[in-house]
């Protein structure tokens, strides 16, 4: 699914230069669950933005079935985002004015989806997380944990072909992370997704097959043998957008 070539991302500052990704290779099979770690400032969330076209390389490739995402306009890169890209962040990003419904329901809206369909995949979304009685609330009266289930829905009900999470349990005490990790993990197996994880938490790191450890902007990737999490059936991968 994922083929990365020669992915560098420099950054200046001041009259030093940073590389945050120093020629980076990897490649991530279609159905894949990956972890990223490394030390803080070690480039984890710059290659997760590079997985998910928020941001682009200095040099190198990024493919994702076979197209180039480094090549793209930004309109088409922005049709790829928002129809075979789900993302999950830290901060759940939710809007404080809008229900969980209709938080869950923007991430349609860039698919012209009509509001009757919106507002039902919206309530199928947060009934698969748990939330089925509080479509109506808003983000202030849910917990943290609540908050990231919304979040999650928001991010899986456009049916993504990719589960992209920034840290999504660092901003949850240890038994709501326990909850949302294993809400993921299923979700993961019952859709086939291809789900890539930034995170800190070196016990998050053992329950996946595979982990990418980022040391000064260089990746090695690891097999893990002692994860118990089963890969899930790999689903055909669909054409993301013309090839650049």
Do not use: C
């Given at each position: 699914?994922?083929?990365?070539?020669?992915?560098?991302?420099?950054?200046?500052?001041?009259?030093?230069?940073?590389?945050?990704?120093?020629?980076?290779?990897?490649?991530?099979?279609?159905?894949?669950?990956?972890?990223?770690?490394?030390?803080?400032?070690?480039?984890k969330s710059t290659l997760l933005q590079m997985l998910g076209g928020l941001d682009r390389p200095t040099a190198g490739s990024v493919l994702l079935d076979g197209t180039d995402l480094t090549?793209?306009?930004?309109?088409?890169?922005?049709?790829?985002?928002?129809?075979?890209?789900?993302?999950?962040?830290?901060?759940?990003?939710?809007?404080?004015?809008?229900?969980?419904?209709?938080?869950?329901?923007?991430?349609?809206?860039?698919?012209?989806?009509?509001?009757a369909e919106r507002r039902r995949r919206a309530a199928e979304a947060l009934e698969s997380v748990g939330l089925g009685e509080r479509l109506g609330h808003l983000p202030s009266e849910l917990?943290?944990?609540?908050?990231?289930?919304?979040?999650?829905?928001?991010?899986?009900?456009?049916?993504?072909?990719?589960?992209?999470?920034?840290?999504?349990?660092?901003?949850?005490?240890?038994?709501?992370?326990?909850?949302?990790?294993?809400?993921?993990?299923?979700?993961?197996?019952?859709?086939?997704?291809?789900?890539?994880?930034?995170?800190?938490?070196?016990?998050?790191?053992?329950?996946?097959?595979?982990?990418?450890?980022?040391?000064?902007?260089?990746?090695?990737?690891?097999?893990?043998?002692?994860?118990?999490?089963?890969?899930?059936?790999?689903?055909?991968?669909?054409?993301?957008?013309?090839?650049?």
């Amino acid at each position: 699914m994922y083929e990365l070539t020669g992915v560098t991302k420099e950054y200046r500052r001041g009259q030093e230069r940073v590389d945050a990704l120093a020629g980076v290779d990897l490649r991530i099979a279609q159905g894949d669950r990956l972890v990223i770690q490394g030390p803080t400032g070690g480039g984890k969330s710059t290659l997760l933005q590079m997985l998910g076209g928020l941001d682009r390389p200095t040099a190198g490739s990024v493919l994702l079935d076979g197209t180039d995402l480094t090549r793209l306009s930004e309109g088409r890169l922005t049709a790829v985002r928002s129809r075979y890209i789900g993302f999950v962040f830290q901060s759940f990003n939710l809007i404080p004015t809008l229900t969980a419904q209709e938080n869950v329901e923007t991430a349609l809206v860039p698919l012209g989806a009509k509001a009757a369909e919106r507002r039902r995949r919206a309530a199928e979304a947060l009934e698969s997380v748990g939330l089925g009685e509080r479509l109506g609330h808003l983000p202030s009266e849910l917990s943290g944990g609540q908050q990231q289930r919304v979040a999650i829905a928001r991010a899986l009900v456009k049916r993504p072909q990719v589960l992209l999470a920034d840290e999504p349990t660092g901003n949850l005490d240890e038994s709501t992370r326990d909850e949302i990790v294993e809400l993921l993990e299923g979700l993961w197996r019952e859709h086939g997704l291809t789900f890539v994880m930034v995170t800190h938490d070196s016990a998050l790191a053992r329950r996946a097959p595979r982990v990418a450890t980022l040391r000064r902007g260089r990746v090695t990737v690891t097999e893990n043998p002692g994860a118990t999490v089963r890969r899930p059936a790999a689903q055909p991968a669909g054409e993301p957008a013309e090839k650049a």
